[in-house]
């Protein structure tokens, strides 16, 4: 099964988002602890875009698909601002953020935590990230 | 939606969070610290049962408070959290870092001993 949503780039919509993502993920079967943390995972990378790399533009957006299958929930982002490869950034320690008073850096390191497998692929016209997790595994 | 509501309880203060945390609202949290903080709170419970959600942007309000907590000797602790949110914190190892309690009791106990 396959769902979509447009995503404006405002942080409000955010909240628009998770509604979105618990209607499907409310069918799916999963407990509660991991419907929130795929919520949590697929928000983190949505906010991440929306505030790094489209800079709050309420006229750009995101598109999320989210495709359930047998064994896996595939949830592919895309955009076309500028490339965040979430593969290739690094994470901070925990220390690290504690020490510097950092308030961000969390998010990535959340996603990878949740998630069974990341992907991210640019080419001219988007970028685009896809999260899987295995059904079952966890 | 996020609501904070602060009160002062005995020798601490008392801040609830009713509803969701994220990036879109963080910063109203972060006030709320940065303000009990500036007013010279030693003693910080965070009622977090009425908390539905939180993201990153909230965890990192927390987080970048530890050094200041450490540094003006001010006891924080979080009870009331769900298991959704408390299995977030768990993911990040958060909960080996903050005090987090199961009941209003526990904090406050957790609070008047350190």
């Not at chain 1, 990341?118 to 997790?133: A, G, Q, Y």
Request: hydrophobic share 40%; with cysteine.
């Amino acid at each position: 099964m396959k769902h979509e949503l447009k995503l404006y780039c405002e942080k409000s919509r955010l909240a628009e988002l998770r509604v979105f993502l618990s209607g499907i993920l409310s069918a799916s079967g999963l407990n509660e602890i991991t419907q929130n943390q795929l919520i949590l995972a697929v928000e983190e990378v949505c906010a991440n875009l929306i505030i790094h790399s489209h800079d709050c533009n309420p006229l750009n957006h995101i598109e999320l698909e989210v495709h359930i299958n047998q064994d896996t929930i595939i949830f592919e982002i895309r955009d076309s601002g500028k490339a965040f490869n979430i593969i290739e950034y690094k994470s901070p320690e925990i220390n690290a953020v504690i020490k510097e008073k950092r308030k961000g850096g969390l998010g990535l390191l959340l996603v990878r935590k949740i998630m069974d497998k990341i992907e991210f692929e640019t080419d001219p016209s988007f970028n685009t990230c896809r999260l899987i997790k295995r059904l079952k595994s966890k | 939606m996020l609501s904070i509501n602060k009160a002062s309880e005995r020798d601490h203060l008392v801040i609830a969070l009713n509803g969701e945390v994220d990036a879109s609202n963080s910063v109203e949290l972060d006030e709320v610290i940065q303000e009990a903080i500036a007013d010279n709170a030693h003693k910080i419970l965070l009622d977090g049962s009425e908390l539905e959600y939180i993201s990153s942007a909230g965890l990192g309000v927390f987080m970048s408070y530890l050094e200041d907590f450490n540094e003006k000797q001010v006891t924080f602790v979080i009870f009331g959290l769900n298991e959704k949110i408390l299995n977030v914190f768990h993911i990040l190892g958060l909960d080996q870092l903050i005090s987090i309690k199961n009941t209003r009791e526990e904090a406050e106990q957790a609070l008047y001993e350190a």
